[in-house]
């Protein structure tokens, strides 16, 4: 990689004031070798000129080494039309069919050091035929074989691909119990959320939103226009506990005390306050984000755990089960949703 160069200034303001010139950069930091490599994919909105809200929502991708042979794979969401059964030709047509994709890595590193950089389409002998409206990607190894699987998240709920340790996937959603029937998540993350060596799932919800009853919004100058989304009401997310035998529990309604409401966009998790559990952060469009810890009712009871906030600077929210810790920076929910997974004991 070539060393990238700082910026250098020239000139200066001399006594007789001279302008400072600033010199242009003259290697850019990063290149785009995404066709290069074979990333050969472009993500479809459905974009038709009704001015669907789910249109705007960019979409999500993951990392992650599918086939263990140590280089990180990559898994793209695709979108679809919206009510419309053939795509529209429009100024950005579709390519390809439209499903999510898996990329190969075949890095190649020569005896020299030199490193050959190529992915290779792998969708169709992955057995991967995922063609909805999708949002965003988690992994995590949740059947504990040593083989890293998939949660994808989108407009109609969520699907989980197990992987077959072999190249392929299973569609395991039904059976799973994860399926977040009636949800439209955006965000997920993969984390053991009790310790116990097995990966539970958190999916951040977004809106209440069907086609039938998408709103009409105007700009500022009265032309037809996407809507904010406070347009509509927030979805709680989920979270789902792992059974250990492939399948999950929602335990939404006792563990997150009546639910988290979103809008979630992103979420992440780590062990914010060192006390040994992790916490979950989540990231909500245009509503404050919130961190989800789970001290306190731990600190009651053993048996039963239940995720509250930490206490709030803030004015109580009496819809919402739990105060919000306000965050210190504003909403960076990514669309995209990769995450990482989750800690091991
Ligand atoms: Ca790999
Ligand atoms: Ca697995
Ligand atoms: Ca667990
Ligand atoms: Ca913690």
Redesign the pocket.
Known sequence: MPKPERRRTSGGTGAGGAATNVAKTTEDWFVDRAKETGLDFVHFNGMSGELYYPEIMAPGVALFDYDNDGDLDVYVVQGQMLRHEAPRPGRYPPTGPLKDRLFRNDLVVQEDGKRILHFTDVTEQSRIDIQSYGMGVATG???N?G???IYRTGLSGGRLL??NCDGTFTDVTKQSGAEDRGGWGVSAAFVDYDRDGWLDLFVGNYLIYSLEGDIHCLSVTGQRDYCPPNSYRAQPSRLYHNRRNGTFEDVTAKALVGGAYGPALGVSTADFNGDGWIDIYVGNDGEPNQLLDQSAQRARSRTRRRWLARPSTAPATPRRAWALTPATSTTTATRTSSSPTGCRR
Do not use: E
């Open positions: 190894d949740f059947n074989d083989c890293i699987d197990r992987n």
